[in-house]
């Protein structure tokens, strides 16, 4: 099996960090990832852009995702989407030669550019062209056919901006929050992130909801999962990790391990040992 493999940071490039990606480091050299941050003027509503290009794959190569909670667009010849919400994994099944441009959607940060609650999103995928009609559908031709991904990325900078999306300041709220569940290994609760909020804990809910397209206790669960799999392939005690980030037992983070990376912690283990 290929992997993709991050580039060294340059000019206009962040460097990436790649939680979400199973098994990102088998066979080192086929594929080429990076991620560039947003231009101010859209930075309020995107975190960032990715591109994945590989060439002359000898077999196809199957890349799972551990969904962030986050809107996503991807333009690939295989599909044109934007993506809600996925509660679960999925995954994207490479071959031959091509190339993917991702639009990671800051938590809260389509929320201007639906005009309308995130949750009408969550577990679809819808065409771009559906979503934004001919625009959306010449938009999918000119990224296609520009071969440099910058230029590409222009181009998708500049499709957004057209949307004329007015900044919010419940989304930069929301973001924070979101940040906050990411970040903060000690929160574990939904009632400990409205304590911080200063909401009550049903107006956290009905935020997440409008904003994010979740709730806040998936939020915070996909991050502590994020978290166990940074952390388990290190030969952590299963027991201890679950306690650390609020499992009822080992068990508990097994199953939703399990159901979301498509393997058990201790396969993963073993997968990432290969690296």
Do not use: C
């Not at 560039?36 to 190569?61: C, G, K, M, N, R």
């Not at 800051?106 to 009609?133: A, H, K």
């Amino acid at each position: 099996m290929a992997a993709i493999v991050p580039r060294p940071p340059e000019a206009g490039l962040v460097e990436t960090r790649q939680r979400g990606w199973v098994d990102p480091y088998a066979g080192l050299g086929a594929f080429d990832f990076f991620r560039q941050a947003p231009s101010p003027e859209i930075s309020a509503y995107v975190d960032h852009f990715w591109v994945v290009t590989w060439t002359d794959l000898a077999e196809p190569y199957e890349q799972r995702i551990v969904s962030h909670p986050t809107v996503n667009m991807t333009i690939t010849r295989d599909f044109h989407r934007l993506a809600g919400v996925i509660r679960g994994g999925f995954s994207y099944t490479m071959r031959d030669s091509g190339r993917v441009l991702g639009t990671r959607f800051r938590p809260g940060g389509f929320r201007p550019l639906l005009g309308g609650p995130v949750s009408e999103l969550t577990g679809r995928f819808i065409e771009i062209s559906d979503m934004y009609g001919a625009a959306g559908a010449a938009l999918v031709e000119q990224v296609l056919a520009e071969p440099d991904a910058r230029a590409a990325i222009a181009l998708v900078e500049a499709f957004l901006l057209g949307q004329g999306p007015e900044p919010d300041p419940v989304a930069e709220e929301v973001a924070a929050l979101v940040a906050m569940a990411e970040n903060d290994v000690s929160v574990t609760r939904v009632d400990e992130l409205a304590a911080r909020s200063g909401r009550s804990v049903r107006s956290l809910q009905r935020l997440f909801r409008d904003y994010v397209g979740i709730g806040p206790k998936w939020v915070i669960r996909r991050f502590r999962l994020h978290e166990a799999a940074d952390r388990v392939y290190q030969g952590l005690d299963l027991a201890t990790l679950a306690g650390e980030l609020g499992y009822t037992d080992q068990a508990h983070l097994t199953r939703d391990f399990t159901a979301a990376v498509g393997m058990p912690p201790a396969a993963y283990a073993r997968l990432r040992s290969r690296a």
